[in-house]
């Protein structure tokens, strides 16, 4: 046997006991996959993580366990998933609220960007702008009216200080021209019955948590926070079309890993998350829970989607003088 001869079957040796990381991208999932949700079970994001993950299990045989690691606004979360091997069987299914976090906690123990792999844009979710019923407003105009008429004297609800609801209404004021009393809670659930009561007056917050309510009669909603008219509710105007030109809101869902994820796994798990959360069933389930699919994004455009969202709701952030040491 030549030196030729033998260099070859050693080199087959080596790639059956090392696969490559393109042999290991089509063999993903080699075990099971860790889904980590930044926020308290029962949650949407939790909700969507679970929904998606049962349908990931079935496509491709192997486990999808969502964990829920809640805290500093899904910043727990986050680090663990930045901290993890980067061999895509630990992720993180997180919002937008990941780009807020950029400039709104001023000391995060990971950077928002280079810690993470953008992997797969599952949809995005449009906000309600809802009020107490008892309220006189059909419009969002009729609200702008009396606020510019009564500055102060209505009080907004949120999830709390830098959160999406609050930066929802803060990109209201600024481009309505009105001031309006922030009331911050710890969760969109703690300020529900506040609103329905009255002892607060309006809010903008997920249509998962806010659509029962107005459905119920409970609230009314005036509008949307998208820049378009959303598939779910297509009879409710958007708040550009409502008076405030330029204003838009969209709550995007998708998925993280850690930095340094071969090109090859990344462009696999990409693969599997569109095709799967693309199937008409899910598109269907996941319409209802107020998601609407929208998967065709390359991991390179969710990156560039990430960075411009970051870029945003900093100038945001910083004129409403939100932050978190």
Not at 40 to 45: I, N, V
């Amino acid at each position: 046997m030549n030196l030729r001869t033998l260099g070859c079957m050693v080199g087959v040796v080596a790639m059956m006991m090392f696969p490559t990381s393109a042999t290991l991208a089509k063999q993903w999932p080699t075990k099971p996959v860790h889904i980590i949700v930044g926020w308290s079970a029962g949650g949407a994001t939790d909700v969507i993580a679970r929904y998606i993950a049962q349908k990931l299990s079935e496509r491709l045989g192997q486990q999808f366990i969502v964990e829920t690691k809640p805290g500093a606004g899904g910043n727990i979360g986050a680090e663990y998933v930045a901290r993890a091997p980067a061999d895509g069987h630990t992720l993180i299914f997180l919002t937008s609220a990941h780009a807020i976090n950029a400039t709104l906690y001023r000391n995060l123990p990971f950077d928002p960007m280079i810690s993470f792999t953008p992997l797969a844009m599952v949809g995005n979710m449009t906000q309600l702008l809802v009020v107490n019923p008892r309220l006189p407003y059909q419009s969002v105009q009729e609200l702008i009216a009396d606020a510019k008429q009564n500055p102060g004297k209505l009080k907004f609800a949120s999830a709390g200080s830098g959160s999406s609801s609050h930066l929802a209404v803060e990109q209201l004021s600024a481009k309505a021209g009105i001031e309006v009393l922030h009331v911050p809670y710890k969760g969109t659930s703690q300020y529900i019955s506040d609103l329905v009561s009255g002892r607060v007056d309006f809010a903008i917050d997920s249509a998962t948590a806010l659509l029962p309510l107005t459905r119920s009669k409970e609230l009314r909603a005036l509008a949307v926070s998208s820049y378009e008219r959303s598939s779910t509710l297509p009879e409710i105007p958007t708040i550009a079309e409502s008076g405030v030109p330029g204003y838009g809101v969209n709550l995007w869902f998708g998925y993280l890993g850690p930095a340094g994820m071969a090109p090859s796994l990344v462009d696999t798990i990409n693969r599997e998350i569109r095709d799967t959360v693309s199937e008409q069933s899910v598109v269907d389930k996941l319409k209802g829970f107020g998601l609407t699919v929208s998967a065709d994004f390359s991991p390179s455009q969710f990156r560039e989607l990430l960075s411009d969202d970051i870029g945003k709701y900093a100038a945001i952030i910083q004129a409403s003088g939100a932050g978190v040491e």
